[in-house]
């Protein structure tokens, strides 16, 4: 029994820095994921059976099923599409009894990614929150304006971290 306790406080330490949690490091080692697995697994086909894209609802998955192992060690809870007031926040994590609002979006132009931005924040004061995380899936193959970047803003008083996970569409498809 002691040995689990200390393989439980070892991933605690290993993955929050004791009980501090960094969501800088769970997203990068979710893209360090990504970069070996790839989004194959959630392509979509055509009719003919070629394929066309990614759903962005098989983006929000792969990082929900990803996290999910993480969390379960951690004894938190994800919530997903919980109420949020006018609409339903993607996913809430529970760790240490501190609640974390996601919001996920692939990528499709400047005016869509900064409504998401007042999206994630409208949610996080419906919630109480005093700040929450942006998701954001890009192509890796297109130019983006420079205001999409990973980097931490503050919206109507909340504080977003957004962070930018690429897919590659020709290594992908």
Known sequence: MNHIRH??????????????????????RY???????????????EDKGNFISIPE???????????????????????????????????????FGKEYLFETKKYYSESQYKKGKNQIAYYCKKLGLQEGIYLVFLDSKIEYPE??????????????????????REKDF
């Open 31 to 45: 893209k360090d994921y990504i970069c070996k697995r790839s989004f194959k697994p959630y392509r979509e086909k």
């Open 7 to 28: 393989i439980r406080t070892y991933k605690v330490y290993k993955y929050y820095h004791w009980k501090n949690y960094s969501s800088k490091f769970l997203i990068q």
């Open 57 to 95: 609802a098989a983006m929000i998955y792969s990082f929900e099923t990803y996290i999910d192992s993480v969390i379960s060690v951690l004894e938190g809870k994800i919530y997903r599409e919980a109420d949020a007031g006018l609409g339903k926040s993607d996913l809430i994590i529970n760790i």
């Open 147 to 168: 205001e999409i970047k990973e980097d931490t803003f503050i919206v109507n008083n909340i504080l977003i971290r957004c962070y930018l996970v690429y897919y590659d």
